[in-house]
């Protein structure tokens, strides 16, 4: 069984930090690329940020230099470290694997920026 779970997510002010996790199992986990996609309210679903079974890293423009992915392969867990965070960026964030065919979306995780 895939799961993939991410944590991490709560109410942060504008400017402040989060650090997103999310742990991957049933997967052969270092050979899948992994990306974090967001959803605001009645927005499409967009990609944030990717990092390849290489560890090459892309970013949306809207947080290059700000948003930093990450993996540890010993721990089947990939991160998201937020920083500056703005209001613009609140929306719900989703972990995603995929390789070749296959893909896999964790549950999401709410990220609220707000004074």
């Known amino acids: 069984q895939v799961q993939l779970v991410e944590s991490g997510g709560g109410l942060v002010q504008p400017g402040g930090s989060l650090r997103l996790s999310c742990a991957v199992s049933?997967?052969?986990?270092?050979?899948?690329?992994m990306d974090w996609y967001r959803q605001a309210p009645g927005k499409q679903r967009e990609l944030v940020a990717t990092?390849?079974?290489?560890?090459?890293?892309n970013y949306a423009q809207s947080v290059k230099g700000r948003f930093t992915i990450s993996r540890d392969n010993a721990k089947n867990t990939v991160y998201l470290q937020m920083n500056s965070l703005k209001p613009e960026d609140t929306a719900v964030y989703y972990c995603?694997?995929?390789?070749?065919?296959?893909?896999?979306w964790g549950q999401g995780t709410q990220v609220t920026v707000s004074s």
């Open positions: 995603h694997g995929g390789r070749s065919r296959s893909n896999y």
């Open positions: 049933g997967i052969s986990f270092s050979s899948y690329a």
């Open positions: 990092i390849t079974s290489g560890g090459s890293t």
